[in-house]
């Protein structure tokens, strides 16, 4: 993703992170995002605690509709706010994805170990065939994750977008 970093090529993250310094204190940067959500229609957003999450409106949003989450820290380097995001998936469909790979991962161990005992025994197993139907399945998933991640492109932008635009020039550093 160009705005996380220079050339940035990491094919295989699903979910991107970017991180930021600001020269505002935690409750400025919590205020700054609170006003521009107010004055931005496109996007929605909500505070728990110290992190931020901005979301798209319900009426645009689909299955696939990202969600940024700024998580405000205070920079142990200096004065200002270290600021971590991270653009994915809604929690429901990131943990369904992490359900369904972590199903097939406990599978094909105890298959895959139930297979080779009875390989090693002399026995045929059928149940060798654990270990490369996991392996297409779990490719599977991942291709279908980032086609969702594909879909819900065009609604990261604004995301992204409204982050930048609210914190404007005092953004001193970008990780």
């Not at 959500?37 to 992190?51: E, F, N």
């Not at 931020?52 to 319900?58: A, E, M, N, S």
């Not at 998936?89 to 359900?99: C, G, K, N, Y």
């Not at 779990?138 to 879909?151: E, F």
């Amino acid at each position: 993703m160009p705005f996380n970093k220079k050339e940035h090529k990491n094919l295989i993250e699903i979910r991107p992170r970017f991180r930021l310094i600001t020269t505002f204190e935690i409750p400025e940067v919590l205020k700054i995002l609170q006003d521009s959500i107010r004055l931005d229609d496109t996007v929605v957003g909500k505070q728990v605690h110290d992190i931020f999450y901005l979301d798209i409106p319900i009426n645009n949003r689909h299955y696939w509709s990202p969600e940024l989450r700024v998580s405000l820290e205070k920079n142990e380097a200096g004065e200002g706010t270290f600021i971590r995001c991270v653009i994915g998936p809604r929690h429901s469909v990131w943990l369904m994805f992490i359900f369904i790979c972590g199903f097939l991962s406990v599978m094909t161990l105890f298959g895959g170990m139930y297979g080779l005992a009875q390989w090693n025994l002399g026995h045929g197993s059928g149940w060798l065939w654990c270990f490369p139907i996991a392996f297409v399945l779990i490719m599977g998933v991942y291709i279908i994750a980032k086609l969702g991640q594909r879909t819900g492109r065009d609604q990261m932008l604004p995301l992204i977008s409204v982050l930048y635009h609210a914190l404007g020039d005092h953004i001193t550093e970008r990780k």
